[in-house]
């Protein structure tokens, strides 16, 4: 099911007449309304220069967590461990934001452009521990392929 989503990542990443933003922010609502299991897609980037993660694109509930401190959450921590973070059940972690109590589980892989990690994508699922190693690898993926137009 996540492969046969791989067309229609390239084709919006295509899109040049659209900005990075309309795109990123495409590819989000394209997941979130296809994998049953995806409730909140979003991407966050590295805030200029400073330590922090700053929200992007994303498809579902607005978030407070708008700024992230690296280290912080889930996704402050792969900011600097530079691995994918899956998470089968949140309310084992112990370095967890919440951004809903509908949430069970979380997927966090990094974002390279050249060697330099400058960002994530971060998905949120309502479902108890949904991901496995295919979620990794197609969000690796998506990740390579939005690296080549930022
Ligand atoms: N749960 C994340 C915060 C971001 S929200 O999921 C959108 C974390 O612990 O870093």
Not at 100 to 113: C, G, N, Q, Y
Not at 118 to 140: K, Y
């Amino acid at each position: 099911m996540l492969d046969s989503l791989r067309p229609q990542v390239l084709s919006i990443l295509n899109e040049e007449s659209e900005s990075v933003d309309t795109r990123l922010g495409k590819i989000c609502e394209l997941l979130k309304s296809n994998v049953p299991y995806y409730d909140w897609v979003g991407f966050y980037f590295k805030n200029g220069d400073k330590q922090e993660l700053k929200l992007g694109p994303y498809a579902g509930a607005p978030t407070d967590h708008t700024i992230i401190p690296f280290g912080k959450g889930i996704c402050g921590q792969v900011a600097v461990s530079n691995q994918n973070f899956v998470v089968p059940d949140v309310s084992a972690q112990d370095n967890y934001i919440a951004c809903s109590i509908t949430v069970k589980a979380e997927i966090v892989v990094p974002l390279f452009v050249n060697g330099e990690n400058v960002g994530q994508i971060d998905i949120d699922s309502n479902t108890p521990d949904p991901f496995t190693e295919a979620d990794e690898r197609f969000l690796e993926f998506i990740n390579q392929e939005v690296a080549k137009i930022l």
